[in-house]
């Protein structure tokens, strides 16, 4: 039901376009994929959602767990139809919420236990659990219980971490049995090269349809987030796709594409929509600014999405000086076309030999601005 063929490579650098084939559909790499936490990328409908030309989306089983749970997407048909996406899904595992919700939780060899955030009644998430969770939900990728330590934890905490991670992905294999899904292992590590090649290794052992890179963006500076990559990619299995996990930018997905990394996703572009800023040419706009007022310009006429084509920079200024939830939704709509589109950029100039040259700028430590 799973695979993954690379299509073409850049004869300078390890970009590839690739075809990550799904019981809900192909997804082709290298790709941004949206984030729909609770089952719904925030403030679109899913007719919205196909129209920024998404192809992969995810949500979040922590979340998903105490709100509606999981037996309810499950009574539903799984979170496919829950949610009315007919595409592929993959679901986080609560990993992240283990960094992310490090005051609400304790954790131990055995799993983490939470405090809920919404009653603060205690959940106690094994490897186990994570597992049977996604696997009621439905979603064709599900992930590994990891452990993500922040980035300034100490070497030993680090270490602990990562053989904790790889304790938990072996429970994970054992615990997952649907034919289905496909269960993608997670690498840590921290900053520290020797424990993230270990990892690397040890991920990869098992074979797993893909691997993703955890432990990153998560407060450490964005030259060493690069060089991760930069290490890890190259250990990685060829004929699998490789996700790197919470990652939206524009510099920080080039530079990833160029070291063989197929797969993203970020809340970024949504939540800087329902902020009321856009991205446009690799920049951030606060369509709040004065600026806008007058300016009855599309808001990018490189784009096609909906808030491009039919509506102006003023009319958009409007919207969000008075809060119309209206604009909140066409800058999400416009941030995700934003992202997606250059992923497809990025796709489209590896497989017209020109990658090299069209997004060098990117592939530098500091990335030069680029206008696309």
Known sequence: MFSFEVKAKCPTTRARVGCFTTPHGVVATPRFMPVGTLGTVKGLT???????????????????????????????????????????????????????????????????VFRSPR????????????????????????????????????????????????????????????????????????CFPHLREESAKFVAGFDLPGIAIGGVSVGEPQSEMHQVVRQLAPLLPDDR???????????????AVANGIDLFDCVLPTRLGRHGTALVGGERWNLRNARFRNDHTPLDSSCRCKACRRHTRAYLHHLIRNEELLGLTLLSIHNLTHLIRFTSSMASAILDGCFSEDFAPWHRASPAHYTW
């Open 241 to 255: 796709p490789r996700y790197l996990m919470g990652i939206g930018t524009l510099p920080e997905m080039a530079v």
């Open 46 to 112: 899913t007719d919205q959602l196909l129209e920024t030309q998404a192809q992969m989306i995810l949500s979040n089983t922590f979340h998903l767990h105490l709100q509606p749970g999981e037996n309810v997407v499950a009574e539903a048909g799984g979170i496919h139809k829950f949610m009315s996406w007919d595409g592929p899904i993959l679901t986080d595992s609560g990993g992240f919420q283990v960094f992310s919700l490090a005051g609400l939780n304790q954790i131990s060899d055995k799993g983490v």
């Open 119 to 190: 009653d603060g009644r205690e959940i106690n998430l094994t490897p186990e659990a994570a597992i049977e969770i996604q696997m009621k939900l439905g979603a064709d990728v599900v992930m590994a219980f990891d452990q993500c330590p922040p980035y300034r934890a100490n070497e030993n905490d680090v270490r602990e971490a990562s053989k904790r991670t790889h304790e938990w992905l072996q429970r994970c294999v054992k615990a997952h049995s649907r034919e289905d899904q496909a269960l993608f292992g997670i690498i840590q590590g921290g």
